[in-house]
C-alpha cells in the first residue's frame, strides 16, 4: 500500500522511541484536497476505531482511516534533511494533478 523509504523508516523509529506507549502508532491520513491536489496529516495515536486500517509497513505501525486508503494506495513517504532541519516529504501519484496555479506533486509535512 504505502512505500516508506528507509529515511524515513529510520526517522520514524527515533521518533517512535521517544514515546513512552509502546502502542503509538503513526497516523497517515488525507485532509480535503486543496487547489493543488491532496493536503496529508501525518501524527502518533495510541487510539483506534473500528473506521481504522491498522498495518505494519516496512517495520513502522501505521493507522489510516480505511476511508483514505485508497487515495495514498502507491503513495511514498520520505524524510529530506537540509542545513534548515527536516521534513517528511509524500509523493503520491493518486493526487490530483489538475489545478488553475502552480501545483506539486510532493508534499511537505512536519
Known amino acids: 500500500m504505502l512505500l516508506i523509504?528507509?529515511?524515513?523508516?529510520?526517522?520514524?523509529?527515533?521518533?517512535?522511541?521517544?514515546?513512552?506507549d509502546n502502542q503509538t502508532r503513526v497516523r497517515f491520513g488525507v485532509?480535503?484536497?486543496l487547489c493543488n491536489g491532496?493536503?496529508?496529516?501525518?501524527g502518533f495515536?495510541?487510539?483506534t476505531?473500528?473506521?481504522?486500517?491498522i498495518e505494519t509497513?516496512?517495520?513502522?505501525?501505521?493507522?489510516?482511516?480505511k476511508?483514505?486508503?485508497a487515495l495514498l494506495r502507491g503513495a511514498t513517504i520520505d524524510f529530506e534533511q537540509d542545513m534548515m532541519g527536516g521534513g517528511?516529504?509524500?509523493?503520491?501519484?493518486?493526487?490530483?494533478?489538475?489545478?488553475?496555479?502552480?501545483?506539486?506533486e510532493e508534499e511537505e509535512v512536519y
Open 5 to 20: 523509504t528507509d529515511r524515513a523508516k529510520r526517522q520514524f523509529e527515533e521518533m517512535l522511541q521517544r514515546e513512552r
Open 49 to 53: 476505531t473500528d473506521n481504522d486500517h
Open 88 to 104: 517528511f516529504s509524500i509523493y503520491n501519484p493518486q493526487a490530483e494533478k489538475e489545478c488553475c496555479c502552480s501545483s506539486k
Open 38 to 42: 491532496l493536503s496529508y496529516t501525518l
Open 67 to 69: 476511508s483514505d486508503v
Open 45 to 47: 495515536d495510541t487510539r
Open 57 to 65: 509497513i516496512n517495520s513502522i505501525p501505521f493507522i489510516i482511516k
Open 31 to 33: 485532509k480535503d484536497g
